[in-house]
């Protein structure tokens, strides 16, 4: 089993609709980070959080410690939107492990 | 201007051949990291250092070895390529003051093709 599993794998949205990706993770953190890859390969961090709910724009990120999980949302989806979403958890103060990744297509 | 770059941003080389990929950063960080990623995968970590001349594997070194001679630059070296090392490579850095939350700064990746 994946120490970092994400569901789902891939998301198609028409536009507007409210997304919602997941990150399970076993092992123990300080902060779990969400990224985004855009097509062209590029990886950017949207938010590190360590507890409760972070919100940037249309992008809100929540995490429950108790139960090693966090969900990824975004409100009125845009095509832009459309990239891949990575969870990342710290393995130790070395590196993370990260998620497979969500592919998630937003379709006007 | 970027903050970490990689050189070359695509390549494609014949089995056997050894390959060195470059990343450069602006930044300051005392930490770089060399990933890759294939399709359906997570990134994993290939190596890291800490501090020039610090070298430590990580959890797929095996094929690949690297050097960091400044702060600013750490090259990852393909002794000689095979195609499985066909994949996505991504150098990272990050900020020994915040290492407890562990941010990453990400280069734009290098395409490797070996055919």
């Known amino acids: 089993k994946n120490e970092v599993e994400q569901s789902p794998q891939n998301l198609t949205a028409q536009e507007g609709e409210f997304i919602t990706i997941n990150c399970s993770y076993s092992v123990g953190i300080s902060a779990l980070h969400w990224l985004q890859q855009h097509p062209g390969g590029g990886i950017v961090s949207l938010f590190m959080?360590?507890?409760g709910k972070k919100k940037h724009g249309r992008l809100i990120a929540t995490i429950n410690i108790q139960e090693k999980h966090s969900s990824l949302h975004i409100t009125a989806s845009h095509p832009r939107d459309s990239a891949v979403y990575i969870c990342?958890?710290?393995?130790?103060?070395?590196?993370?492990?990260f998620g497979a990744g969500t592919r998630l297509t937003v379709k006007p | 201007d970027a903050d970490v770059t990689q050189t070359p941003r695509n390549r494609i080389t014949k089995t056997g051949k050894r390959i060195m990929l470059e990343c450069s950063q602006t930044k300051g960080h005392d930490r770089m990291y060399w990933y890759r990623q294939d399709p359906g995968l997570g990134l994993r970590l290939i190596y890291y250092s800490f501090d020039v001349k610090d070298i430590n594997k990580g959890e797929i070194s095996d094929g690949y070895s690297v050097s960091r001679q400044a702060q600013a630059k750490f090259s990852l070296s393909l002794e000689s390529a095979i195609p499985n090392q066909t994949a996505l490579y991504f150098c990272?850095?990050?900020?020994?003051?915040?290492?407890?939350?562990?941010?990453?700064?990400f280069g734009p990746g290098t395409r490797l093709t070996v055919l």
């Open positions: 990342a958890v710290p393995n130790n103060n070395n590196d993370m492990r």
């Open positions: 959080l360590s507890s």
């Open positions: 990272a850095t990050s900020d020994l003051r915040t290492s407890l939350v562990n941010e990453q700064f």
